[in-house]
């Protein structure tokens, strides 16, 4: 699938090099015309996360580089190899279509070597930066110090509300895979539930039939579902969150133990109810666990919705017109991308995507995010003999002026 991501995303690449489009503007002015155009920004910085360890790449890359632009790519310190295979390929074909190969280059080394190196260098306008809300905050204030431009794609805390006419199959599918796949750790991954108190005891029945058949196992094997986290320290973390939860009063319904495989980084994902006030409700994290929380009325559904930092992607079930309409509203979800009756996780490559809030507010991908790689010109052509000013202005007319 991220590979597919990586070839989509250069399909869409190839057509949008014909579409850099610029606009034609009347002037107020007599024989005038304004005109807009867009020039490369040169250099961009590339810094990804190791949950998808090239699709975010290309993404930047491919955009990036129709738009005239060169890329320095620094992935995760966890996912060095795929890295260093796809700058391969791309070195390939760059020799071969007679392209520099130096317009994909990488750079492998942690925050402190290369990381902030590439954050304090004037000569990079753009950075553009996937990971946690830290790293995104601390990215954010090196590179805007020097006034460069950023592209943040920081924490998700989604959440999918089910309301009373909802498909409950179909949600639950949804939710399934949006809380395990991938063990959990998408940024778009489905984090909180929030349910209408009426159906709420069918999601948790059909929901933990579904957890409690979960094949755990070998990634490389075609029966396993749900495969094991990044590293040990990740599971440590969402062990972290579980006992906070349980501190606060959540009760977990199933799963949430480490399982004792070679490697120790898997575990059994976690099913529990949780109310939305809790503190541990206002934090991402980052892998299978999932928050049930009950609702009584609609207003109530998008209160809670919306009242945490985070705002990457949202999603309602419903089969009433009117909550759908709603919660697409500028007083319904508050986040980069907002679904209906379809989940948070597997977001099309057309698209824009991309989140507010703590999210950060940068846009990849698809739509007009192509802009983002360049820079805009206005531009003010006069094909007349005289010199007219703007807005009217006379300067200096007049017997005894310099121009008369």
Same mark, same amino acid.
């Given at each position: 699938?991220?590979?597919?991501?990586?070839?989509?995303?250069?399909?869409?690449?190839?057509?949008?090099?014909?579409?850099?489009?610029?606009?034609?503007?009347?002037?107020?002015?007599?024989?005038?015309?304004?005109?807009?155009?867009?020039?490369?920004?040169?250099?961009?910085?590339?810094?990804?996360?190791?949950?998808?360890?090239?699709?975010?790449?290309?993404?930047?890359?491919?955009?990036?580089?129709?738009?005239?632009?060169?890329?320095?790519?620094?992935?995760?310190?966890?996912? #060095?190899?795929?890295?260093?295979?796809?700058?391969?390929?791309?070195?390939?074909?760059?020799?071969?279509? %007679?392209?520099?190969?130096?317009?994909?280059?990488?750079?492998?080394?942690?925050?402190?070597?290369?990381?902030?190196?590439?954050?304090?260098?004037?000569?990079?306008?753009?950075?553009?930066?996937?990971?946690?809300?830290?790293? %995104?905050?601390?990215?954010?204030?090196?590179?805007?110090?020097?006034?460069?431009?950023?592209?943040?794609?920081?924490?998700?805390?989604?959440?999918?509300?089910?309301?009373?006419?909802?498909?409950?199959?179909?949600?639950?599918?949804?939710?399934?895979?949006?809380?395990?796949?991938?063990?959990?750790?998408?940024?778009?991954?489905?984090?909180?539930?929030?349910?209408?108190?009426?159906?709420?005891?069918?999601?948790?029945?059909?929901?933990?039939?579904?957890?409690?058949?979960?094949?755990?196992?070998?990634?490389?094997?075609?029966?396993?579902?749900?495969?094991?986290?990044?590293?040990?320290?990740?599971?440590?973390?969402?062990?972290?969150?579980?006992?906070?939860?349980?501190?606060?009063?959540?009760?977990?319904?199933?799963?949430?133990?480490?399982?004792?495989? #070679?490697?120790?980084?898997?575990?059994? #994902?976690?099913?529990?109810?949780?109310?939305?006030?809790?503190?541990?409700?206002?934090?991402?994290?980052?892998?299978?666990?999932?928050?049930?929380?009950?609702?009584?009325?609609?207003?109530?559904?998008?209160?809670?919705?919306?009242?945490?930092?985070?705002?990457?992607?949202?999603?309602?079930?419903?089969?009433?017109?009117?909550?759908?309409?709603?919660?697409?509203?500028?007083?319904?979800?508050?986040?980069?991308?907002?679904?209906?009756?379809?989940?948070?996780?597997?977001?099309?490559?057309? %698209?824009?995507?991309?989140?507010?809030?703590?999210?950060?507010?940068?846009?990849?991908?698809?739509?007009?995010?192509?802009?983002?790689?360049?820079?805009?010109?206005?531009?003010?052509?006069?094909?007349?003999?005289?010199?007219?000013?703007?807005?009217?202005?006379?300067?200096?007319?007049?017997?005894?002026?310099?121009?008369?």
């Amino acid at each position: 699938g991220e590979v597919q991501e990586m070839i989509d995303i250069c399909d869409l690449a190839v057509g949008q090099s014909r579409m850099l489009y610029g606009l034609t503007i009347q002037s107020e002015r007599p024989s005038h015309r304004l005109m807009e155009q867009w020039h490369p920004l040169g250099v961009v910085a590339v810094i990804t996360a190791f949950n998808f360890p090239v699709a975010v790449w290309s993404w930047n890359a491919a955009l990036a580089a129709v738009c005239g632009d060169a890329t320095v790519w620094k992935p995760s310190e966890k996912t #060095p190899l795929t890295a260093i295979a796809v700058t391969k390929i791309c070195e390939r074909v760059c020799r071969e279509t %007679g392209a520099d190969p130096a317009i994909f280059s990488l750079l492998i080394g942690d925050r402190k070597t290369v990381g902030e190196k590439l954050a304090e260098d004037a000569r990079i306008p753009l950075v553009s930066a996937t990971g946690s809300v830290n790293m %995104g905050l601390h990215v954010a204030k090196t590179v805007h110090g020097r006034l460069g431009r950023t592209i943040m794609e920081l924490g998700g805390n989604n959440a999918l509300i089910v309301a009373p006419s909802a498909d409950i199959d179909m949600t639950t599918q949804s939710i399934f895979f949006g809380a395990v796949g991938t063990a959990g750790q998408r940024c778009t991954s489905t984090r909180r539930v929030i349910v209408h108190e009426s159906v709420a005891s069918k999601v948790r029945r059909k929901l933990l039939a579904a957890y409690k058949s979960l094949a755990i196992g070998n990634p490389l094997d075609r029966k396993t579902v749900m495969g094991p986290l990044i590293d040990r320290n990740a599971v440590d973390l969402v062990q972290h969150s579980i006992q906070r939860l349980k501190d606060e009063g959540g009760e977990v319904l199933f799963g949430g133990e480490r399982l004792t495989v #070679p490697g120790d980084c898997y575990m059994k #994902p976690c099913l529990a109810t949780a109310k939305p006030d809790f503190e541990i409700v206002q934090h991402e994290t980052f892998g299978p666990l999932l928050y049930l929380i009950t609702y009584r009325d609609f207003v109530e559904a998008i209160a809670i919705h919306n009242n945490v930092p985070q705002g990457l992607t949202s999603s309602i079930f419903t089969n009433d017109v009117r909550e759908a309409e709603k919660f697409l509203s500028v007083v319904g979800s508050d986040c980069g991308i907002a679904n209906v009756n379809t989940g948070t996780s597997g977001a099309e490559i057309g %698209g824009a995507f991309g989140g507010e809030k703590n999210t950060g507010g940068g846009r990849e991908s698809g739509s007009d995010c192509w802009k983002s790689y360049m820079r805009r010109q206005t531009n003010t052509i006069n094909f007349s003999s005289e010199l007219p000013l703007a807005q009217g202005i006379q300067f200096g007319a007049g017997e005894g002026s310099g121009t008369a």
